[in-house]
Nanobody, 118 residues
Framework: QVQLAESGGGLVQPGGSLRLSCAAS????????MGWYRQAPGKQRELVAR???????TYADSVKDRFRISREYAKNTVYLQMNSLKPEDTAVYYC????????????WGQGTQVTVSS
């Protein structure tokens, strides 16, 4: 089993910043990708940003100029730096790890709430 420990969510005013962290532990073989998804009330879960081992990075169009994903390989940890936050960024943010390949087993974190409000 793979465990994911997320941290860093909270309440922030519009225009503010937050940094999310997700550390993977347990029966980790080879991590293919680590990423962040989010789900707002009444909406489907969507990809926010993903980083593939070797460097490929994908961002959702709505965040690409404001968010930055990074990974600390030695600690199996992925970060999401979120700047210029907007109310529409409010959601539960989930970390996901995919092992071995694009179609390999995936594991989700428990989610962390991000609320952007004045």
């Amino acid at each position: 089993q793979v465990q994911l420990a997320e941290s860093g969510g909270g309440l922030v005013q519009p225009g503010g910043s937050l940094r999310l962290s997700c550390a993977a532990s347990g029966s980790i073989s080879t991590i293919y990708a680590m990423g962040w998804y989010r789900q707002a009330p009444g909406k489907q879960r969507e990809l926010v940003a993903r980083i593939i081992s070797g460097g490929g990075i994908t961002y959702a169009d709505s965040v690409k100029d404001r968010f930055r994903i990074s990974r600390e390989y030695a600690k199996n940890t992925v970060y999401l730096q979120m700047n210029s936050l907007k109310p529409e960024d409010t959601a539960v943010y989930y970390c996901k790890v995919i092992l071995l390949s694009l179609n390999g087993p995936g594991y989700w974190g428990q989610g962390t709430q991000v609320t952007v409000s004045s």
